[in-house]
T-cell receptor
């Protein structure tokens, strides 16, 4: 599977601030990046799908202006949680895909976001 | 996959015994299934996959069974080891949904020494 690097692994921020999470595919070109959110003791829920060079596609109920996604290159996608609130505290995980395997076998190591 | 709940079902198994983890999926159009293992604080780790034109696939110490008639998927782990303690998720994909993965609710496996 692909080698994925996700940073930071943990971040604590104050309410109202923004946090950027980076996800890099190290050994292949990711035309697609899937962003998931996972609350404690729950499953992974897809938030959005980013495509290199075009706008991201958001799942129902996910605010695109709050969760800004940028897929600037085939190796880097970022998720920015803007004006974070305590309810945004969660585990965020990325998963790259290619045109041939858009479903994504491999996941990043995740980012634990705590908003205080 | 199964709906997300507020707690995870737990399977306790004695070290050395076999484990069977079950997953019900809802979309009969799903054509590809994956089992993931997730340890605390980490991202999901790919274990094994199976396509809808198969009913069984084996890996190292793991076997996935697919019953499309009742829309049921299972993961069997042979000779369970302490390192197998984790949360296990099934995931399904179908082309009609844009090849996105939909995850089941997860099962926690606790291996007793």
């Amino acid at each position: 599977g692909a080698v994925v690097s996700q940073h930071p692994s943990r971040v604590i921020c104050k309410s109202g601030t923004s946090v950027k999470i980076e996800c890099r595919s190290l050994d292949f070109q990711a035309t697609t990046m899937f962003w998931y959110r996972q609350f404690p003791k729950q499953s992974l829920m897809l938030m959005a799908t980013s495509n290199e060079g075009s706008k991201a596609t958001y799942e129902q109920g996910v605010e695109k202006d709050k969760f800004l996604i940028n897929h600037a290159s085939l190796t880097l996608s970022t998720l920015t949680v803007t004006s974070a609130h305590p309810e945004d505290s969660s585990f965020y995980i990325c998963s790259p895909g290619t045109g041939a395997s858009n479903y994504g076998y491999t996941f990043g190591s995740g980012t634990r976001l705590t908003v205080v | 996959g199964e709906s997300v709940g507020l707690h995870l079902p737990t399977l306790s198994v004695q070290e050395g015994d076999n484990s069977i983890i079950n997953c019900a999926y809802s979309n009969s159009a799903s054509d590809y299934f994956i089992w993931y293992k997730q340890e605390s604080g980490k991202g999901p780790q790919f274990i094994i996959d199976i396509r809808s034109n198969m009913d069984k696939r084996q890996g190292q110490r793991v076997t996935v069974l697919l019953n499309k008639t009742v829309k049921h998927l299972s993961l069997q782990i042979a000779a369970t080891q302490p390192g197998d303690s984790a949360v296990y998720f099934c995931a399904e994909k179908n082309k009609a949904a844009g090849n996105k993965l939909t995850f089941g609710g997860g099962t926690r496996v606790l291996v007793k020494p």
